[in-house]
């Protein structure tokens, strides 16, 4: 009877567990078919190190953004190398966050790339380039230190700044460079080299990403905007009130022309307005400064039409190419059409 006893309780759970398995795959064909597959990470991560007027910058050479190859050039941007300014050249230098770098996208892919594309294709008889200065996590006040690092050598015909809302939060440049300067070269996202025990932790964290189901699960108790609190936000736009002062001051040192491009949380498309307030606060201050100011969100409208959902990447947030080629020439269109400067 005993024997008998634990034979039905062995079928028993081999039976749930079955059902459990079952369950799980159809749940993670589910999950995949309604958001899309996880994108997975290829090594080597994006290097980084210690940079005084931005408390960091990327390592030149070569890293992956997801399975895409990114090539940092000797200036520590993403993109080919920027030779001598050509007679009758016009450069467009594009800051911004992981958004204007491309995040997840290959490097024909990225905004600047596709802004490139659509302004060559509008204007054949110009000869435009335009350099991605986007850094992942980068701010505002990172954002105008490459400029005033780097302008000179780029020598911007036309400076696009990329906002996003959460740009709001400003890091202390300071304090980031003071802390990281003592590593040396590191891994972005890890914070440290990847090696040894940090490898390891990282590759074993690397399994859960790979399933549809899990990130689904995440995203789901994380879907809330996470708004900074009042007194935060306030700070951070009395902060942008100058920075975009000093960003109109700089460009026109460099005899370029200073534009402000306002990029919409995705969410924004599905008519959730959490962030509407940030982006016509930042709006605001950008037209009391004379500014030029673009506002992307009706760049994305048809596609999120089209698609009847965002057109981000899967379980990351981040636009994808379709995305960002409707960007770029959306931009192009409204940069050729503003006036030349002394007009």
């Not at 990327?58 to 520590?76: A, C, D, F, I, K």
């Not at 110009?126 to 690092?149: F, H, I, K, P, S």
């Not at 016509?280 to 994305?300: D, G, M, S």
């Amino acid at each position: 009877m005993a024997a008998e006893t634990t034979g039905l309780k062995r079928k028993r759970l081999l039976a749930l567990g079955l059902s459990l398995a079952l369950s799980l795959g159809l749940g993670e064909l589910a999950a995949r078919s309604l958001v899309g597959v996880p994108l997975a990470e290829r090594l080597p991560l994006m290097l980084v190190r210690a940079n005084p007027a931005r408390g960091w910058e990327m390592v030149p050479g070569e890293h992956y953004t997801y399975q895409h190859r990114v090539r940092v050039n000797s200036l520590g941007l993403r993109g080919p190398e920027l030779g001598a300014k050509q007679p009758g050249e016009r450069r467009v230098l594009f800051l911004g966050d992981s958004l204007t770098y491309g995040q997840g996208v290959a490097d024909d892919e990225t905004v600047p790339v596709e802004l490139e594309h659509a302004l060559r294709a509008r204007d054949p008889d110009g000869l435009w380039t335009v350099v991605n200065g986007g850094n992942r996590a980068y701010g505002t006040a990172q954002e105008l230190g490459l400029l005033e690092e780097l302008g000179a050598r780029i020598q911007p015909d036309v400076v696009v700044l990329g906002w996003y809302w959460n740009d709001v939060a400003e890091r202390a440049i300071g304090p980031t460079y003071e802390a990281f300067r003592e590593r040396g070269e590191f891994a972005f996202d890890t914070g440290g080299k990847l090696a040894g025990p940090a490898a390891l932790l990282w590759h074993a964290q690397e399994l859960p990403r790979r399933s549809a189901l899990v990130m689904l699960a995440h995203d789901l108790v994380s879907s809330k905007a996470q708004l900074y609190a009042p007194e935060v936000a306030e700070r951070g736009f009395q902060l942008l009130a100058g920075l975009l002062r000093r960003f109109r001051e700089e460009s026109e040192r460099l005899g370029a022309m200073p534009v402000v491009a306002i990029f919409p949380d995705a969410k924004r498309l599905a008519g959730r307005e959490d962030t509407r307030a940030y982006d016509e606060r930042a709006l605001a201050l950008a037209r009391e400064r004379e500014l030029p100011v673009i506002e992307l969100q009706a760049a994305l409208a048809p596609l999120y039409a089209a698609r009847g959902r965002a057109p981000i990447l899967p379980f990351d947030g981040h636009y994808d190419a379709a995305a960002n080629r409707a960007l770029g020439e959306y931009l192009a269109e409204r940069l050729l059409a503003l006036p030349k400067r002394g007009e």
